[in-house]
Antibody, heavy 114, light 106 residues
Framework: QVQLKESGPGLVQPSQTLSLTCTVSGFSLTSYNVHWVRQPTGKGLEWMGVIWTGGSTDYNSALKSRLSISRDTSKSQVFLKMNSLQTEDIATYYC????????WGQGVMVTVSS | EIVLTQSPTTMAASPGEKVTITCRASSSVSYMHWFQQKSGTSPKPWIY???KLASGVPDRFSGSGSGTSYSLTISSMEAEDAATYYC?????????FGGGTKLELK
């Protein structure tokens, strides 16, 4: 069945780089695009960016200078890297499948602290 | 950036009551999409392309709207509908979500 699972360090030091992995199963990354969405605790959702089936990407302009999304289709993994992390980046980070966001991962909570 | 404003931000409804949540866009969008999120869980797709129910969504839910004004309606509130609902526009980058409407059971 379709599954997405985010993984990565739960704690990042201020000004450092966040690296997250979304491992998918039950579908191919060449058939479905994958989005990253984040949610600060108790707040709303923010679309971060997408990697399309052909490998191209689009980013939220507010994050574009810090954000990179890539993938390894052979491993069914999508990667998020965001640099210069600050306390405003504390959130749960989700990956989601397709234009309809029809499947989501469970999310990974990221804290920024020294 | 298209800003989506949801109203109300919080509301409570009694069982059987009709509920309407509105999402207004700062510029015209082609479609609106809705998600349901319960506390501690990932969002779920609820309504896509303005009025199409996602798989498994009860038919007491409906969606409508055009241009800059869209709505999600529950014809008769049930306890399981208590959740936070978010609208999403995909017409223009960056894709943006509304701030959410928390629906509680009265």
């Amino acid at each position: 069945q379709v599954q997405l699972k985010e993984s990565g360090p739960g704690l990042v030091q201020p000004s450092q780089t966040l690296s997250l992995t979304c491992t998918v199963s039950g579908f191919s990354l060449t058939s479905y695009n994958v989005h990253w969405v984040r949610q600060p605790t108790g707040k709303g959702l923010e679309w971060m960016g997408v990697i399309w089936t052909g490998g191209s990407t689009d980013y939220n302009s507010a994050l574009k200078s810090r954000l990179s999304i890539s993938r390894d289709t052979s491993k069914s993994q999508v990667f998020l890297k965001m640099n210069s992390l600050q306390t405003e980046d504390i959130a749960t980070y989700y990956c989601a499948r397709g234009r309809r966001f029809d499947y989501w991962g469970q999310g990974v909570m990221v804290t920024v602290s020294s | 950036e298209i800003v989506l404003t949801q109203s109300p931000t919080t509301m409570a409804a009694s069982p059987g009551e009709k509920v309407t949540i509105t999402c207004r866009a700062s510029s015209s969008v082609s479609y609106m999409h809705w998600f349901q999120q319960k506390s501690g869980t990932s969002p779920k797709p609820w309504i896509y392309d303005t009025s199409k129910l996602a798989s498994g969504v009860p038919d007491r839910f409906s969606g409508s709207g055009s241009g800059t004004s869209y709505s999600l309606t529950i014809s008769s509130m049930e306890a399981e509908d208590a959740a936070t609902y978010y609208c999403l526009q995909r017409s223009s980058y960056p894709w943006t979500f509304g701030g959410g409407t928390k629906l509680e059971l009265k």
